[in-house]
């Protein structure tokens, strides 16, 4: 057992243990439930930093587990799941950070904090997943996570946004689930390979593998919130903001995201993929859902409802990059992986400010609050502006290098207007936003203030959080030509992808 | 050292933007003056060829002092340093902590732009620039309001129809750095997109209606930049991205003149049935930005001749810029302490400037033009010739009777004008000419005799004046009153968000109408205008 | 010989005895014997593991003439099943009843329903099947009419009518079969058995008469009112080891016995009414308004996946593919049977507290009892088949073969079962979060919560992860069920 085999189990561990602990605390221990938690996200992130290193320096970390014949758990690290994982640790600790802070003085925290735990736990599993048995596995793990997470309120529209959830997710799952057994039964173990695997097997039908990506695309759609499959992310929205943020940033629905990646990339093999007429299909619903998404979101007067459908749209970006032949367009996909996840996060922290702050949810409400809580509305500014894809943060970077992939791979004629159409629409719903924030004068008073903590607007567990990821996200465009920015990551990844 | 100023230039607007909001900064409005002195000391000290690169910023930075860059860049922070020197001073209206702030980001976006080698870098300022004017455009009145949404959905076009021919480009090319783009080929699409996202920048008719929106709503101060340095980068960005000699642009060139033609003579008539002086000056605007787009196009088509047009086109368009800045700045200082003597000698000698007036800088630069153009256009020359004077006489007749705001006498803001105006006038030619050609005064005579008629006529009968109003065309699409499709539709759970038009107050959403009809008024040009293009008939 | 396999029968029939004199305690007897069984058991699958097969003729007469007993894989494993859920809902039921009365008469039924299913899972010959077949339905209903009420009395009588029904038309077959081929030993019959339309006749019959026990759609209307209306640790048997025993038995015919008179035809018409009870009986409890009713329909559904394996294992030639289907068979059987006993129990710990198990009203008794709902949850996950859960494991199986064999139709079927079971099990938990007041009840002792947990727990987490032993388990020795061709 050395510590190449101990490792990936060991990340997952670092968050798991903490959970189960949490459960059977009481509910006064505040002080050792925060710690438990901190000291698990902050054990995660150096396990993680070692496995980033070991990754770069060529390095195999695999854990195995025979659960039965043929189909084993395993656990492996190559250079897209360290990116994941590296996204995923990152800013669960911020979350953590920010969900102590605004979850104080609500009832039932060691049943939030042991359940968030497991996402987090299912989140890093299934990006350590070196086969799809295992991807599979996981990504049931964080429908079952997540659900308790989302019902958390307990109010009737709370359990009703999680049942709904809950439809969604488990319909897709089993669609996953098909998908997976039919293809290991025709193809074999199916360990996720950089360039695919099926590619190379001889003897499998084409229309088999065709009927099999529909199902699993479909099944990771879900989750993904790919139209017209997304029906369940707005529901969601009555999770508290930590869960929010958590649910879109990283764990659920850029676990769908990035389990299509890993389908087209590391199952398939993105030529093969090609070569069996799929890409223009898988192309054709990102594209309609990015441009839905924001259609939607323009008609949102709720905050979290219009960040939610701009996730939508969001997300599929990742989906767009994949769809398209192509290094680059590779790494746009695979890079907005990390960029839309930081960007969209901060958003989320800076909604769930407002309405914890100031009993703000809906943007006609948000005349001025720029005023009265600069650090967060700058955070948002931020966020949002990357979003539209104003350089330099971060989402222009990833925008840039999708429409490079698409011209150099032929397709700049309808994924170009795509992409200027979103940006379009992305900045018709941010901009009027900002412009509420900024330019406004604020209302006699607000639906539900608080009194400011001290020197700053809010206390700062809630507000340092958004901050730190506005600067990632600034940071991570225009650093992003620097050695160890995601983007060189994501040219890592994509040089891996197309060397075979 | 060159290195370091090329890197300050742009970065020390840039840094000093957030400390202005804070209160315990107190002199910030000396920050605002002070903000553009490394670009003024770049372009005067700085040697041409001066570079540095950063990789590791952005996605690769590089910055240069080229020959022409150092041309914009003096004017430009020319411009800026007046312009902050007037905003820093007392109560110029509607500037707070808060204009400061935009004021610094657009300025550190223009000054990043000049300098800027590669596409990424200019892309970046120009962004940055066009988005923080916003900030300098709104007011708190419903018309600024108005005139921000209009102009920040033009900008935004303008912007995606830049990256998106950066896109093509690159795909052509393979390198984002100026210097390698004068060799590769470019695309159709790539140009199109190039002409129509400047092009807006720089008002050629179509997607002009922006600017005189914008021009009568804003404060001075931002219009006295908006008009100038920023109207310019939409130039600089043409004869960067389309450097002449460019294969593959000549076809592109016809067209291009027939629109600056087509500037011209909107510029001109709608000029002179306004009844602000802003909206003169912003209508003389589009005029001369056509006459500016005629001679790039005529350097487009005719790469053999293309550097002297260009050189004379550039000659002109600093000209311009200074003299239209100034320009504004003065009605900035009339409006503020009322017909002083002092004010009113200075608007009557910019304003003779730019009708080239012999012994002017304008002459000189009309000089060059004849000269670049060899006898053409000849007829094109003398309309806008006279068109021009024309336009600045109704300018001057329409100053008397503007109210004074205060009466504080204010020095320095006052004495940089007027240095500034003396400056103008010459420029871009003193001290090394000194313009002596006395064959202007012929269009003159005819221009303002005809101005001068036209307002006895008019003084009499004024109610059959016609009167256009800012933003023409776009006004009257506006009047047909654009419905938005409701966007309705019951999800798989139920009811969906209602049609939202009703989610939101009336006001806004009457904002939005103005923005969202901005924006497929825009889309509708540009995609006939493409089209056009593309299916050659 | 192997006297070992005596204990697991004897020690709860003395047991029984035992209980019957010494009534005042009872209780004591019941969980010491309980223990003692589970350790008899246990080594009886550490024998087969080591050595394989193995045999024991009673009283040293040989098959033919005596009684044998034998154990394979599948017998091993459900064996050790049974004990540890007969252990768990003894230490259950000591809390449970607070009737002497009750107590006195509950015991010592215990007990010989244990020998009576043990000796069932250990028989080797037909006609000891029908005798401990009978003995366990006669004891079943016994403890199920221990519930007291109208309900429970009137559906114990339906159980024994309709046990009876089976039971004749089991006898008739082994009569048949005697009658034809001259023994009852079952290793002995399946080298006899031919397709003609003997074997085929007591086929018909004996599996007709297992059906009606295994409660197989549509022959399952007795199971829901039966195991909702006994006590908690009873329903917990009857539901995870009572019904599980006939379908051992049918396994056992179909797959040794008659092993040479099957047709795909007949094994798919069982998979069909295994998929009509999946849908129906998800569907129907879904619409339970009681929780107990509802786990009763569930035991009805997920029989149904018993019996969806059937046309599989019989399409798919002996090999590996066999090993891993068989192997899932058992693992579904194994965790469904931990899964519903500790959802019983919990079921039972919720009666207690709130005096009903109205699933519309569960919400106050949800929270105030967060164990027992964690045990509600966890059996729930092994009841939709999702992971970490030997369930999940098993029903990749189930599809794995479903596809290598092209019977495409259990796929919609597995699936559309699994989402109908997330729908009625979300249903039960999403009433454990809401407003949170705290509602009064009974109190609950670490006694009635813990068995479930720990029967939860080997469901949800220990048979997902270990399992992968179970088939290097099942694969050991000579006669394996299935294999022989």
Redesign the interface.
């Known amino acids: 057992m050395s510590l190449s085999s101990l490792l990936p189990a060991l990340i997952l561990l670092s968050s798991l243990l903490p959970g189960l602990a949490i459960f059977l605390l009481r509910e006064e221990s505040h002080r050792l439930r925060t710690a438990l938690n901190l000291f698990g996200a902050v054990a995660k992130l150096l396990l993680v930093g070692l496995m980033i290193w070991g990754v770069f320096h060529e390095r195999v970390f695999e854990t195995r587990w025979t659960l039965a014949p043929g189909l084993d758990l395993v656990l492996h690290a190559d250079a897209l799941s360290v990116l994941f994982v590296s996204l995923s640790t990152v800013l669960w600790l911020v979350t953590t950070v920010y969900a102590i802070g605004y979850l104080e003085n609500t009832p039932h925290r060691s049943r939030f904090f042991g359940f968030f735990s497991l996402c987090v736990t299912a989140t890093v599993g299934l990006a350590l997943a070196g086969n799809l048995f295992t991807f599979v596995i996981f990504y049931e793990m964080l429908t079952l996570s997540t659900y308790p997470l989302v019902a958390h309120k307990g109010t009737p529209m709370a359990v009703r946004g999680a049942r ?1 959830y809950l439809a969604y997710t488990l319909s897709g799952g089993v669609l996953l689930l098909i998908g997976a057994v039919w293809l290991r039964t025709i193809a074999g173990p199916l360990e996720f390979v950089e360039g695919g695997i099926l590619g190379g097997l001889e003897g499998i039908d084409p229309w088999a593998l065709r009927w099999i990506f529909l199902l699993l695309i479909v099944g990771l759609g879900v989750k993904a919130a790919l139209v ?1 499959l997304h ?2 992310l707005p ?1 969601a929205m009555v999770a508290p903001a930590p869960v929010s943020a958590l649910l879109h940033a990283v764990a659920v629905v850029k676990a769908g995201a990035f389990g299509i990646v890993r389908v087209v990339y590391d199952v398939y093999g993105v030529e093969f993929t090609a070569a069996l007429g799929l890409l223009p299909w898988l192309g054709a619903v990102a594209a309609v859902t990015i441009i839905y998404g924001s ?2 979101a ?4 709720h905050l979290k ?1 219009r960040l939610a459908y701009s996730t939508v749209s969001q997300v599929s970006y990742i989906a767009l990059g994949t769809a398209i032949l192509g290094p680059l367009a590779t790494i746009g996909g695979v890079v907005h992986l990390v960029h839309q996840g930081v960007m969209k996060i901060t958003l989320f922290f800076a909604a769930g400010n407002y309405a914890e702050n100031l009993g703000v949810h809906r943007i ?1 409400e948000m005349d001025g609050v720029g005023r009265r809580m ?1 650090g967060t509305t700058l955070a948002f500014t931020v966020g949002a ?1 990357g979003m539209i ?4 943060v971060a989402g222009f ?1 990833s ?2 290098y999708l ?2 992939g ?3 791979a032929g397709q ?1 004629a309808w994924v ?1 207007p795509v ?2 159409a979103s ?2 629409l992305n ?2 719903y941010f ?2 936003v900002l412009y509420r924030a ?2 406004r004068e604020p209302p006699a008073a607000w639906p539900a203030e608080k009194p400011p903590a001290g020197r700053w607007e809010m206390p700062g567990a809630l507000l340092w959080p958004p901050v730190v990821t506005a600067v990632l996200a600034l940071a991570a ?7 160890y920015s995601p983007l060189e990551w994501a040219q890592l990844i994509a040089s891996r992808e197309y060397a075979s | 050292m060159s290195q370091a100023l090329l890197i300050l230039a742009p970065l020390l607007p840039l840094l000093l933007a957030p400390l202005v ?1 804070l209160a315990v900064v107190r002199r910030w409005h000396l920050m605002l003056a002070v903000a553009a002195l490394p670009a003024l000391l770049l372009a005067l000290l700085a040697p041409v060829g001066s570079a540095v690169a950063l ?6 930075v590089h910055l240069e002092l080229d020959a022409v860059g150092r041309l914009f860049l003096l004017f430009s922070s020319l411009v800026w340093l007046a312009t902050g020197v007037y905003v820093g001073s007392g109560r110029a209206e509607g500037a707070g902590r ?1 204009f400061g702030v935009y004021f610094l980001l657009a300025m550190a976006g223009n000054l990043l732009l000049i300098v800027a080698a590669d596409m ?1 870098t200019f ?2 300022g120009f ?2 620039m066009g ?1 923080s004017a916003y ?1 300098l455009v ?1 007011r708190r009145s419903q018309r600024a309001r108005r005139a921000g949404r209009v102009y ?1 959905a033009f900008t ?2 303008g912007e ?1 129809a830049l ?2 021919a950066m ?2 480009l ?2 052509a090319g393979g390198s984002l750095l100026f210097s390698d783009l004068a060799t590769t080929p470019l695309p159709d699409g790539a140009i199109a997109l190039l002409l129509l996202g400047f092009g807006i920048k720089v008002a050629l008719p179509g997607l002009h209606p922006w600017l005189p929106l914008t021009y009568t709503a804003a404060p001075i101060a931002a219009v006295a930049v908006l008009s100038g340095p920023m109207m310019k980068a939409g130039l600089l960005g043409w004869l960067r991205f389309l450097p002449p000699g460019v294969p593959g642009a000549e076809s592109w060139g016809p067209p291009l003149m027939v629109l600056g033609g087509l500037g011209i003579l909107l510029g001109v008539v709608v000029g002179v049935l306004q009844r602000d002086p802003r909206a003169v000056l912003a209508y003389s605007s589009i005029a001369k930005m056509g006459l500016i787009s005629v001679l790039f196009g005529a350097a487009l088509s005719n790469p053999l001749y293309a550097d002297a047009l260009l050189a004379a086109l550039l000659l002109f368009a600093m000209h311009h810029l200074l003299v239209k800045s100034t320009l504004f700045l003065g009605l900035g200082e009339w409006q503020r302490r009322g017909s002083r003597f002092w004010v009113l000698t200075g608007l009557a000698l910019l304003a003779l400037s730019m009708a080239a007036v012999p012994l002017s800088g304008g002459a000189a630069a009309k000089e060059a033009i004849k000269v670049a153009l060899d006898g053409e256009l000849g007829l094109l020359l003398a309309l806008s010739a006279i068109g021009t004077v024309f336009l600045m006489t109704r300018f001057l007749l329409l100053l008397p009777g503007r109210p004074a705001r205060s009466a504080e006498p204010a020095m320095v803001p006052g004495l940089t004008w007027s240095i500034l105006v003396a400056v103008a006038f010459w420029a871009p030619f003193w001290p090394t000419e000194v313009p002596g050609n006395l064959e202007g005064l012929g269009s003159l005579a005819v221009g303002a005799g005809l101005a001068l008629t036209a307002w006895w006529i008019g003084r009499s009968r004024l109610a059959s004046v016609p009167y256009v109003p800012p933003g023409d065309a776009f006004r009257l699409l506006a009047r047909l009153r654009l419905r938005r499709p409701a ?1 309705e539709w019951r ?3 139920g009811p969906g ?4 038009l009703s ?3 009336a006001a ?1 959403r009457g ?2 109408t103005a ?2 009809g901005s ?1 497929l008024y825009l889309l509708a040009v540009m995609s006939l205008l493409l089209g056009a293009l593309w299916f050659p008939l | 010989m192997n006297s070992l396999l005596i204990w697991p029968i004897a020690l709860p029939l003395l047991g029984s005895l035992g209980a019957l004199v010494w009534s005042s305690r009872a209780h004591l007897i019941g969980v010491g014997v309980g223990i003692l069984t589970l350790f008899a058991s246990s080594l009886v699958a550490l024998r087969f593991a080591e050595q394989g097969g193995l045999e024991h003729a009673l009283g040293g007469w040989e098959p033919g003439l005596g009684i044998a007993l034998r154990v394979d894989g599948l017998a091993a494993a459900l064996l050790m099943m049974s004990s540890l859920v007969a252990l768990a809902a003894a230490v259950y039921a000591t809390a449970y009843f607070s009737d002497p009365v009750k107590r006195a008469v509950f015991w010592p039924l215990w007990m010989l329903l244990v020998a009576a299913l043990h000796a069932l899972l250990l028989a080797g010959d037909v006609f000891n099947v029908y005798v401990t077949l009978e003995l366990l339905g006669l004891t079943a209903v016994a403890l199920a009419a221990l519930g007291g009420s109208r309900a429970s009395l009137r559906a114990a009588l339906r159980y024994l009518t309709v046990g009876l029904l089976g039971s004749m038309a089991f006898l008739a077959g082994v009569a048949l079969l005697y009658a034809a081929y001259g023994t009852l030993d079952m290793r002995g019959l399946a080298g006899l058995v031919r397709a003609e339309p003997a074997a085929w006749v007591a086929l018909t019959l004996m599996t007709a008469g297992l059906l009606v026990k295994a409660a197989l759609f549509p022959l399952h209307f007795w199971l829901p009112p039966t195991h909702a209306n006994a006590p908690a640790p009873v329903s917990a048997a009857l539901s995870a080891l009572v019904v599980k025993a006939a379908f051992y038995l049918v396994l056992r015919l179909w797959l040794d016995v008659f092993d040479g008179a099957l047709t795909q035809a007949a094994a798919s018409l069982l998979g069909l009414l295994g998929a009509a009870a999946v849908l129906w009986g998800s569907w129907r409890a879904l619409r339970a308004e009681r929780l107990k009713l509802l786990a009763a329909y569930s035991t009805v559904a997920q029989l149904g996946y018993l019996f969806l394996f059937l046309p599989l294992l019989l399409a798919l030639p002996p090999g590996p593919g066999r090993d891993a289907a068989l192997g899932g068979l058992v693992l579904f059987a194994l965790t469904h049977g931990f899964a519903k006993s500790a959802l019983f129990l919990a079921a039972g710990v919720i009666q207690q507290h709130a005096g009903h198990d109205r699933i519309a009203d569960l919400g106050g008794t949800a929270r105030a009892l967060p164990i027992t709902t964690f045990v509600l949850a966890l059996s729930g996950v092994a009841l939709i088949g999702l992971p970490p859960s030997g369930t999940f494991l098993a029903k990749w199986q189930l599809m794995s073969a479903a596809v290598t064999t092209g019977q495409w139709l259990w796929l919609p079927v597995v699936g559309l079962g699994s989402l109908l079971a997330g729908a009625y099990t979300f249903r039960v938990l999403g009433h454990a979060f809401g407003p949170s007041e705290r509602a009064g009840g009974v109190l609950v002792g670490g006694r009635q919560e813990i068995p479930a947990l720990l029967l939860a727990i080997v469901a949800t987490v220990v048979l997902g992860l270990g399992a992968n032993g179970l088939w290097g388990f099942l694969s050991t020795g000579v006669s394996v069920t299935g294999v022989s061709s």
């Not at chain 1, 465009?477 to 050695?483: E, K, Q, S, V």
């Open positions: 709904i017209p029906g369940w529901q259609v939607k323009l008609s949102q007067d409802k006609s600069p502006l894809g104003v350089p330099p970077v925008k840039w429409g490079l698409a011209v150099e700049a170009v992409l200027v940006s379009l900045a018709a901009l009027p900024w330019f465009g225009l650093f992003a030509a620097a050695p | 909001p990789p590791w910023l952005l996605l690769g808060a990424m892309y970046a962004a940055l988005l900030g709104l920040l935004l076009a995606l990256f998106s896109l093509l690159f795909g966007l999800g798989l759970t968000p209602k049609s939202w989610t939101q107050d806004q904002e939005e923005l969202l924006g």
